[in-house]
């Protein structure tokens, strides 16, 4: 079964760091890019970033860049998203997508993670 | 940035009816754009890409059409679970972006 699964939700303080998950299982990780997209409570889907795992390309929304990071691990099939100092304003869910890097095989962001919801309050 | 306008922002629809949505883009996108469907508490799923192909699984009720700057995403006949927030999203260009959502509601 092709799936991405994310970590667990997650509870933190202003200033402090945080790193989620996001590992791909049941296809070929480096066929395609990961996708990080927020949504703060109530309100809409926002993209964030994409990361081709193959190569290691990060594309940022600059609305984002500064703020965070996008990697990916290829041994461990998994990508992650990290804060140096989170800020209550990072209250929300994220979501990892995928999407196929190739033209041929592209089908919009056609797996997503369950979502991990942050927390950020002191 | 490509600024993705839907309109309505909520239909209030009956199960059978015809609905239609819309997506306006800030400039052209081509037919690079997405829709998705949300539910509550879940995450979404892609119903339509590439403006007017439909993902796998998605029946055939489900249409996208439109080019450039104007989408419209076709529903023929609503059944109950098509009861939804609806998102167009652009891959045009960096950074890409999603549309505010159209929630569609039972009347």
């Known amino acids: 079964e092709v799936q991405l699964v994310q970590s667990g939700a997650e509870v933190k303080k202003p200033g402090e760091s945080l790193r989620i998950s996001c590992e791909g299982s049941?296809?070929?990780?480096?066929?395609?890019?990961i996708n990080w997209v927020r949504q703060m409570p109530g309100k809409g889907l926002e993209w964030m970033g994409t990361i081709d795992p193959s190569e290691s390309y990060i594309n940022y929304n600059p609305s984002f860049q500064g703020h965070l990071t996008i990697s990916v691990d290829k041994s461990s099939n998994t990508a992650y998203l990290q804060w140096s100092s989170l800020k209550a304003s990072d209250t929300a869910i994220y979501y990892c997508?995928?999407?196929?890097?190739?033209?041929?095989?592209?089908?919009?962001?056609?797996?997503w993670g369950q979502g991990t919801t942050v927390t950020v309050s002191s | 940035e490509i600024v993705l306008t839907q309109s309505p922002g909520t239909l209030s629809l009956s199960p059978g009816e015809r609905v239609a949505l819309s997506c306006r883009a800030s400039q052209s996108v081509s037919n690079y754009l997405a829709w998705y469907q949300q539910k509550p508490g879940q995450a979404p799923t892609v119903v339509i890409y590439d403006a007017s192909k439909r993902a796998t699984g998605i029946p055939a009720r489900f249409s996208g059409s439109g080019s450039g700057t104007e989408f419209i995403l076709t529903i023929s006949s609503l059944e109950p679970e098509d009861f939804a927030v609806y998102y167009c999203q652009q891959r045009s260009n960096w950074p890409w972006t999603f549309g505010q959502g159209t929630k569609v509601e039972i009347k």
């Open positions: 997508a995928r999407h196929c890097g190739s033209h041929v095989c592209y089908e919009g962001f056609d797996v």
């Open positions: 049941g296809y070929s990780f480096p066929s395609y890019w």
